[in-house]
């Protein structure tokens, strides 16, 4: 489809599939795999979270920016920072109006580097990645050569074999809460900031460590439990990751989530695949297996554990009711509670909170829950 008035920005996707629309945020070129969201709130939670990091996030709800943005509702640990490669929205606010908002996002945008897409038919762009698939892109606002666009998206790097929880992790071990429950000992492949304050708010003392940080190291911090965290890119492509996981599993209660869910599979001695288009949003529902439960969930993530390759004495907990896809893994002899969603949400729905309650009692610890107010205000930039 050809340019239309005003249009200064442009999609191109590797199969060819060109969109014009207009910029915001920062001017630029950026590349990266296309995906769809269908969150109706929690932009910035969206953008901030590392697990988008190497991803053209496209957003379905059809008006974005409209409450602003704020220093609050960042998800990422990394002070500050957004990890989407750029954003694709149908309609941008330009005059947010919230109690809450310090800025606009097309400005947060700007200062982050990230470049935004607007006043493209979103809806066209989703049910094309539903049918295609999720499709290397790029985004531009410097070049409206569909030609080279296209050729420039074809060049791009995908997600399969991309290790990008290296490139988002803290680069030394921090503390984000001190607690009286104990220690817990989180991986950080692309930490969101809401697993950190459920595990805080339940009275644990709270350490994030390195991706790469050895098994041999965390044990002698004599943890009550360990987090294996979300995170971008391909889970078997995370050197040493699942080896290092395998000496852990059976020293101390794990708690697996996302990324860190697929890398426990892994350990297991699972494989996995990637998913056509991925799991991105805040709607997705989850049968929990034994009590029959139905949980609406917030997911993001673009890999899931083959099914038929979980080894003896491990089987699936958690099913999609959209595709049948693992949505969660237990073993019967391992104090292991594994799913793909994201029990915190941040943004989405609290259906699956609990999770945090349940890996707790395998702790065998006991505390107060503490108040939100009672929890650091920021962790240090990284």
């Known amino acids: 489809m050809r340019p239309w008035m005003n249009a200064n920005a442009a999609l191109a996707l590797e199969d060819g599939r060109v969109f014009f629309g207009r910029s915001f945020g920062a001017a630029g070129t950026r590349t990266g795999e296309v995906v769809f969201n269908t969150a109706m709130a929690g932009y910035q939670e969206i953008y901030s979270d590392p697990s988008y990091a190497g991803q053209i996030v ?69 049910r094309h990645i539903r049918t295609a698939g999720e499709l290397k892109g790029v985004v531009s606002t410097e070049d409206l050569d569909e030609a080279r666009l296209v050729e420039r998206a ?49 009275g644990f003392g709270v350490e994030v460590v390195p991706a790469h940080t050895p098994a041999e190291a965390v044990l002698a911090r004599r943890p009550a439990g360990i987090v294996l965290s979300n995170g971008p890119g391909d889970p078997a492509a995370v050197p040493g990751a699942p080896e290092t996981v395998a000496r852990l599993l059976g020293q101390a209660p794990v708690l697996a989530i996302c990324l860190g869910h697929q890398i426990a599979g892994l350990a297991l001695g699972a494989t996995t695949r990637k998913l056509k288009f991925g799991h991105h949003g805040a709607n997705h529902p989850v049968l929990e297996l034994a009590s029959g439960k139905i949980a609406v969930t917030s997911q993001n993530h673009g890999f899931v554990i083959e ?12 099913r999609s009711l959209n595709d049948g896809a693992v949505e969660g893994i237990e073993h019967e002899k391992l104090a292991l509670v594994s799913v793909q969603y994201h029990p915190e949400a941040s943004p989405g729905p609290r259906d699956s909170v609990h999770l945090f309650d349940r890996f707790a009692d395998l702790t065998g610890t006991s505390s107060r829950t503490r108040d939100a107010h009672e929890l650091p205000a920021a962790a240090p930039a990284l």
């Open 58 to 126: 496209c957003l379905t709800y059809p008006l974005i920016g409209n409450y602003g943005v704020n220093d609050e509702d960042f998800e990422s640990t990394h002070e500050g920072r957004f990890f989407a490669e750029a954003v694709i929205v149908r309609e941008h606010c330009e005059h947010p109006s919230s109690w809450r908002a310090q800025g606009r996002l097309t400005d947060w945008l700007a200062e982050r580097g990230v470049v935004g897409l607007a006043e493209i038919d979103t809806r066209a762009l989703t």
């Open 154 to 202: 074809r060049a791009a790097r995908g997600l399969e074999g991309r290790d990008l929880a290296s490139v988002v992790t803290c680069a030394e071990p921090w503390t984000f809460a001190e607690g009286e429950r104990g220690r817990v000992v989180v991986y950080d492949y692309g930490v969101k900031r809401g697993i950190l304050r459920e595990l805080a708010l339940r």
């Open 307 to 318: 099914e038929k390759s979980l080894p003896a004495g491990c089987r699936v907990s958690h």
